[in-house]
């Protein structure tokens, strides 16, 4: 719709996590490292963040940087029952016909872990939004799955992200087990104000702008209204080209910021 009128190729602020917007401000690099590192160990890490921080962009521009010898089985929806995560896994793991019964499965998947290891790939098991794991049962066998090992490495790595809420359930005394597995650990804060505008300006140049956009009082408006929260600079920034297009607006500015944050009230 207003594509043309500002010179971009597609719409910059969409609410997909496509991974070529990433933008790695230093908190975002840093754990993009963390989250290889421990991948390469065969660890068990824990990156969590606030609602709309950017967590699933970024685990999706993680799985996509890994590269032919890791097998990624990603996990979007964890609202499942001890015998659901583990027949879940044994099938995005390869196994056609996974049996239904738990020792059966873990049977199966320790096999198919170890056949795994000798073809040279390296299994990965990413669960994003892990605070939806319904009770400490099914957090059990995932820890259960970590004893699946040779004498000197792990057989797999498994990668939680969540919400701020699943590292303080983490925390608890049930999950000390699990806890204590965990090699590695991050919270995705906030962008500040200088990271928000370098955020919608690398934004802007992948989706093809070339210039500035959003005039300075307007990016201050946007980082304050936002609280330098990814998600919530999309919704303003991009309801604030819905509006600056309505208006013929060349240049976003303070007032069309301050129209769109007023209607999202």
């Known amino acids: 719709m207003y594509e043309e009128f500002y010179g971009l190729r597609e719409k910059p602020f969409n609410r997909t996590p496509d991974p070529r917007f990433l933008y ?19 660890d068990i890490v824990l990156l969590t963040g606030e609602i709309g921080s950017g967590k699933t962009t970024l685990s999706r521009a993680f799985i996509d940087g890994l590269d032919a010898s890791f097998h990624p089985v990603l996990i979007i929806n964890p609202r499942l029952s001890p015998s659901q995560l583990l027949h879940t896994i ?43 794991i319904p009770g400490k049962a099914t957090f059990e066998e995932l820890r ?14 498994i990668v939680l992200i969540g919400q701020t809420e699943l590292r ?40 093809g702008r070339s210039g500035p956009l959003f005039d300075e009082r307007a990016l201050e408006l946007l980082y304050e209204h936002s609280g330098g929260l990814p998600r919530r600079i999309n919704i303003i920034a991009g309801n604030a080209l819905v509006e600056g297009f309505g208006r013929e607006a060349r240049t976003i500015g303070q007032e069309i910021i301050e129209s769109v944050v007023e209607e999202d009230v």
Not at 145 to 156: A, G, K, M, S, V
Not at 196 to 203: K, L, N, Q, S
Request: aromatic residues 6%; hydrophobic residues 40%; without cysteine.
């Open 24 to 42: 790695q401000s230093p908190k975002h690099a840093e754990a993009l490292a963390r989250l290889q590192h421990a991948i390469e160990e065969q």
């Open 90 to 132: 044994a099938l995005r793991l390869g196994m056609d016909d996974a049996p239904r019964q738990r020792h059966g499965l873990l049977e199966g998947i320790n096999a198919k872990l170890y056949e795994l290891y000798e073809a040279g790939r390296r299994p990965a098991i990413i669960i994003d939004e892990a605070q939806l």
């Open 144 to 157: 259960l799955l970590t004893n699946f090992q040779l004498d000197d490495r792990n057989l797999l790595a």
């Open 168 to 207: 303080d359930r983490l925390n608890r005394k049930p999950y000390r087990a699990l806890r204590q597995r965990i090699g590695m650990q991050y919270h995705l804060g906030p962008l500040d104000r200088e990271e928000t505008e370098a955020y919608v300006r690398h934004r802007l140049g992948v989706a």
